[in-house]
């Protein structure tokens, strides 16, 4: 990744557009995301995205020589009831198909991951659920730290009579302080 050609940043509301974009395209490969392209609408993406930035974590990678286009995005927020405020859940990434397997997911994880080891020590546990045929990102979120804890047998639907289970996997943060109290920091 040549830091002149892609930046990594935290995303804005104004970044609404180009995430829709994005996973609108990733939509599209089989496997690319739990939901399929006609179940990404703009108020998913702002769900998440406002979610996000209120009380979790977003990042995106910006191709500089492409129009500025999103082409990778990961985020992760709190959960309610207040007893999961120790936990950023519902992670997910997304990688331009162009892009994948060029380093840029790893590279996002780890931005994600050391974002929150050092800027959010109120977070212990980063959750998130790998569909079980997916052994390749399943090997690249063990590389980064993840550790499996068990199976949702029978999760997924594949088709009418085919289904397939879901792998709940979690991070912790080695640097958790239970007393810390978080604010996120104004952004411009």
Known sequence: MNANEYSIRRSRIDDLEGIFDLYKLVSKAIG????SENEIKKEYVKNFTERSIENGVQFIIVDQLNDKKIIAEIHCYKLEPNVFGHILSELTISVDPFYQGK???RKLFQTLLDFVSLERTDILRIELIARESNSRAIKLYESIGFVKEG??????????????????????????????????PQTE
Do not use: C, Y
């Open 32 to 35: 690319g995301l739990a939901r």
């Open 151 to 184: 199976r949702m047998e029978k999760r997924i639907r594949i088709n009418k009579s085919s289904f397939e289970a879901d792998i709940p996997m979690a991070w912790f943060n080695p640097n958790f302080h239970p007393v810390t109290v978080f604010t996120l």
């Open 103 to 105: 380093g840029f997911g």
